[in-house]
């Protein structure tokens, strides 16, 4: 049974972060502060970045095409926003030695964690489960903030799911426990 949700707001996460979230590529974002579990929201795909290294090395290989055709997307004055998520779990990274783990799980180099550790005490990791909107909504760019009121309330339902129950559970308990994927 689906349930039906209204939203007002929009959570901005660096472009290529949020294809790899539609994609299933990840199920976890780095907000700048801590989101509370959940909470709903859009995702706003902004032109940001978490740190200052560039996308060649931020990115793995693996995943660079994807992120450059992102950021290739982005426009100067509008932006789509195809999905929603809910924050099943944020909690605090501070451990140096863990980012190698969470690197090979995650579309993120270990060189990229490791500039963002440095920059501030603690990496929040927001746990999101991502759903996609029926009709992209396109909305004018906002420049700053972590959360960005959407010109209307959204209204939406979980019927159209990124990942399954089972597929997000799995990854979810590999993440937390930062074993290596499969």
């Known amino acids: 049974m689906s349930i039906s949700v209204s939203m007002y707001n929009a959570l901005r996460l660096p472009a290529a972060d949020v294809e790899a979230l539609i994609l299933g590529r990840l199920i976890v974002a780095m907000p700048r502060k801590f989101i509370n579990p959940g909470q709903k929201f859009a995702l706003y795909p902004a032109n940001i970045s978490i740190n200052l290294l560039p996308h060649e090395q931020h990115y793995r290989s693996s995943f660079l095409p994807v992120a450059k055709n992102a950021l290739a997307q982005l426009n100067s004055e509008t932006v789509l926003i195809k999905a929603w998520a809910k924050c099943e779990l944020c909690q605090m990274l501070n451990d140096p030695e863990s980012l190698e783990a969470l690197s090979q ?21 927001a746990y999101l489960r991502v759903y996609l909107l029926p009709q992209p909504l396109e909305m004018p760019v906002h420049p700053s903030g972590n959360f960005v ?19 997000f559970a799995k990854r979810r308990q590999k993440l ?7």
């Open 105 to 125: 799980l995650t579309v993120w180099t270990t060189e990229a964690l490791q500039q963002t550790l440095l920059e501030k005490p603690y990496i929040f990791l």
């Open 149 to 167: 009121s959407l010109p209307k309330s959204l209204n939406v339902t979980d019927a159209t799911p990124v990942l399954s129950e089972s597929i």
């Open 176 to 182: 937390e426990k930062l074993e290596p994927p499969e």
